[in-house]
């Protein structure tokens, strides 16, 4: 079983940049398949990025492609995800999820066993 812990979240200005990281212990990281989501105030949690167990393979929400970038590091049991062009309305907690069982979707939350605690961004105009 593997815990996962966020950090890096803070306020920036719109148009800035911010990489969050999400540190993972307990399990064979190069097992499990990532994902980033994020939940504003009021609004239901939505996928945001989604990488391969060999991290080989990316995917990502239609609002954030080209300019987030999501990675794995197995070496270092490490995910990340680049932020730039922050706007206002990628203001949310965010969170990193895990799974080591292979499903068919990778865009749902259900579909990730594990959660770490979630890191605040917030991107002021």
């Known amino acids: 079983q593997v815990q996962l812990v966020e950090s890096g979240g803070g306020l920036v200005q719109a148009g800035d940049s911010l990489r969050l990281s999400c540190a993972a212990s307990?399990?064979?990281?190069?097992?499990?398949?990532m994902g980033w989501f994020r939940q504003a105030p009021g609004k239901e949690r939505e996928f945001v990025a989604h990488?391969?167990?060999?991290?080989?393979?990316?995917y990502y929400a239609d609002s954030v492609r080209g300019r987030f970038t999501i990675s794995k590091d197995n070496a270092k049991s490490t995910l990340t995800l680049q932020m730039n062009s922050l706007k206002p309305e990628d203001t949310a907690a965010y969170y990193c999820?895990?799974?080591?069982?292979?499903?068919?979707?990778?865009?749902?939350?259900?579909?990730?066993?594990?959660w770490g605690q979630g890191t605040q961004v917030t991107v002021s105009s």
């Open positions: 307990g399990g064979t990281f190069s097992r499990y398949a």
């Open positions: 990488i391969s167990r060999s991290g080989r393979t990316t």
């Open positions: 999820a895990g799974r080591s069982s292979v499903a068919p979707k990778y865009d749902q939350a259900d579909e990730y066993a594990y």
